[in-house]
């Protein structure tokens, strides 16, 4: 079938079931279509704008949702260490003081 079609020449057929028109008219016609093309450019312009806002919107919520949860983790962090801290200087002063208890009678050395 596509070689078939190769062959014709499909521009006089064209032309002669397609309606003649004046210069004028023709050139408004143009016009009214080029008109036509460049609000249908600025629709797409336009939509193109609102959603890379809506993109950089939602960027930012994402930035600031993790800037969040990470500020979060870190002061958990803090207050595991600091509870840490305090419960090895609670050992480390009942250590002392059972080894204080244990040879404040005696002079030697503890052995292992």
């Known amino acids: 079938m596509d070689g078939f079609w190769q062959g014709w020449d499909l521009e006089p057929w064209l032309v002669c079931c397609m309606p003649q028109k004046a210069g004028k008219e023709t050139r408004e016609d143009l016009?009214?279509?080029?008109?036509?093309?460049?609000?249908?450019?600025?629709?797409?312009?336009?939509?193109?704008?609102?959603?890379?806002?809506?993109?950089?919107?939602?960027?930012?919520?994402?930035?600031?949702?993790?800037?969040?949860?990470?500020?979060?983790?870190?002061?958990?962090?803090?207050?595991?260490?600091?509870?840490?801290?305090?419960?090895?200087?609670?050992?480390?002063?009942a250590g002392k003081q059972a080894y204080v208890s244990t040879t404040a009678g005696t002079d030697e050395p503890i052995q292992s």
């Open 31 to 93: 016009a009214l279509s080029a008109r036509e093309a460049a609000d249908r450019a600025n629709q797409f312009v336009e939509q193109g704008r609102e959603r890379a806002g809506e993109y950089v919107d939602r960027g930012r919520d994402y930035y600031e949702r993790g800037r969040t949860q990470w500020s979060q983790y870190v002061d958990k962090g803090k207050g595991f260490v600091q509870e840490q801290q305090g419960k090895v200087s609670k050992a480390v002063e």
